[in-house]
């Protein structure tokens, strides 16, 4: 089993990364790594370029391909605690909803913040990793189906 780094910023990150993606994704390639993920945060700017850039390696190296993994990290609003999250997208249903998801944030003291209630309601296709432990289950915050 390898290890798949999930939590990789682009130069899309601003003040938070500076590294281009074809150079993630030409380490990947060097390191064999299966799976690539980019989480800038708050946006989703840098995944087309991300698509491409795996789509151009896979081309050129059929016998060891990378797979994208779709995702941005979060900030979720559980009551009065602000979450950053990372979400990562499994399937098209996934993507879909990290746009939703995105496009439903709102500005809390500077920082783009999603409410539990959209995140709850968009989940479906996602993988959500918390970032920190909190002193409180959020699981409250959720439906469960």
Avoid at 103 to 131: A, T
């Amino acid at each position: 089993m390898s290890h798949i780094p999930y939590q990789i910023f682009s130069h899309f990150s601003i003040q938070r990364a500076f590294g281009h993606i074809s150079d993630y994704v030409k380490r990947a390639g060097e390191l064999k790594l299966p799976a690539l993920a980019i989480t800038d945060q708050h946006s989703l700017s840098g995944l087309i370029e991300f698509s491409q850039e795996v789509a151009k390696w896979n081309s050129k190296h059929p016998d060891q391909k990378i797979m994208p993994i779709l995702g941005c990290q979060f900030s979720v609003a559980f009551g009065d605690t602000v979450a950053p999250v990372i979400l990562l997208s499994r399937s098209k249903i996934g993507w879909m909803n990290l746009i939703k998801i995105l496009g439903s944030s709102y500005d809390k003291g500077g920082v783009s913040v999603i409410s539990h209630k959209i995140f709850s309601e968009h989940n479906e296709g996602l993988i959500c990793i918390l970032l920190q432990i909190y002193p409180e289950p959020i699981e409250k915050y959720f439906e469960h189906s």
